[in-house]
C-alpha cells in the first residue's frame, strides 16, 4: 500500500528502545554500559542513539554519570529501577507485535 511503512525495514521506536534498555543492562553486567560501547551493541548511529538516551534518561529509565579515564571523560549509564520494570514492559510488548514478522 502506498504511504505504508515496511516495518520489516526500519526499527520501531519501541524496538530501539528496548535495543538501547537491553545494552544498558547487558553492558552494566559486564562491568559499565560506557555509551560508546551501548552505541556500538544497538548497531546505531551516533546521533540517532545519542537522542533516545537523552529521551531514556529524561524519563527515568536511565541514569548517567560522568567518570575520569586518563586524559578524558567517559559517560556510563545504569538501567534504574523504573528502566528494568519498563525493559520487561517492552520486551512483551515487542514479542506481542514484532515476533511473528
Do not use: H
Request: aromatic residues 8%.
Amino acid at each position: 500500500m502506498k504511504g505504508m511503512v515496511d516495518v520489516t525495514k526500519y526499527r520501531p521506536a519501541v524496538k530501539i528502545i528496548m535495543v538501547l534498555l537491553e545494552c544498558v543492562e547487558r553492558n552494566q553486567r559486564k562491568g559499565r554500559a560506557l555509551k560508546t560501547r551501548v552505541i556500538q551493541c544497538a548497531n546505531m548511529k551516533t546521533a540517532s542513539a545519542e537522542r533516545y538516551l537523552e529521551i531514556l534518561r529524561d524519563a527515568g529509565y536511565i541514569s548517567e554519570r560522568k567518570e575520569s579515564w586518563g586524559e578524558r571523560n567517559i559517560i556510563v549509564y545504569e538501567l534504574t529501577p523504573l528502566g528494568r520494570d519498563r525493559l520487561e514492559w517492552f520486551r512483551k510488548i515487542n514479542a506481542e507485535l514484532f515476533e511473528n514478522l
